[in-house]
């Protein structure tokens, strides 16, 4: 209860940021396209909240390592995306990191946590590459790397929060579910 208690803390500290993200001071082009980018497509939805979930799953310090690595390693990938350095197979990355995150979901498979890390990371080169090559021109790059890293870490929390609450309730089988979930809307988006 107490993992539960700190995660909801974490979420009502970061959903306030959100929320004033239209402060009147400053420039906040950047930093309102960056937070929407990753709410806007549904790989990018289903693979951060899968996110959350499967680190919950696993509980531990997969709880902080995976999402952590997932963020820090995105922002990487978005600079390699503003520089336009070619990167093969973006598209074919992002569905292929929502159907593998729901099939280690879906089949409960705690992987140990480096090797869980580094398949985040491998994702998370995508997910900030297709972020940074579609920035705007006009934008600031920090502002808007700023916000899909802080949208990425909430979705990221939110999927956690789901993990935790079903771990609570003793409903394990219910994140099974929505892994399941998450491996069909990876399947829809590999045929549309």
Request: hydrophobic share 65%.
């Given at each position: 209860?107490?993992?539960?208690?700190?995660?909801?803390?974490?979420?009502?500290?970061?959903?306030?940021?959100?929320?004033?993200?239209?402060?009147?001071h400053g420039e906040t082009g950047g930093f309102m396209h960056g937070l929407l980018h990753p709410v806007g497509g549904l790989d990018h939805l289903l693979a951060m909240l899968a996110v959350g979930l499967w680190a919950a799953q696993m509980g531990g310090r997969a709880l902080w390592m995976v999402p952590g690595t997932f963020v820090a390693v995105m922002v990487l990938g978005g600079f390699l995306g503003f520089s336009g350095l070619p990167l093969p197979a973006i598209e074919q990355g992002i569905g292929a990191s929502v159907l593998v995150l729901g099939v280690?979901?879906?089949?409960?498979?705690?992987?140990?946590?480096?090797?869980?890390?580094?398949?985040?990371?491998?994702?998370?080169?995508?997910?900030?590459?297709?972020?940074?090559?579609?920035?705007?021109?006009?934008?600031?790059?920090?502002?808007?790397?700023?916000?899909?890293?802080?949208?990425?870490a909430a979705l990221h929390l939110l999927g956690m929060g789901l993990g935790q609450l079903l771990h609570v309730l003793k409903r394990p089988e219910m994140a099974r579910v929505a892994g399941g979930a998450v491996v069909l809307g990876g399947l829809y988006l590999a045929v549309v």
């Open positions: 209860m107490r993992r539960l208690n700190r995660l909801l803390l974490i979420g009502a500290c970061v959903f306030p940021t959100l929320a004033f993200a239209h402060g009147a280690l979901i879906a089949a409960a498979l705690p992987l140990p946590l480096v090797l869980s890390a580094a398949l985040v990371g491998l994702f998370a080169v995508f997910h900030g590459y297709a972020h940074g090559a579609e920035m705007p021109a006009t934008l600031g790059a920090g502002a808007y790397v700023l916000g899909f890293a802080l949208a990425t």
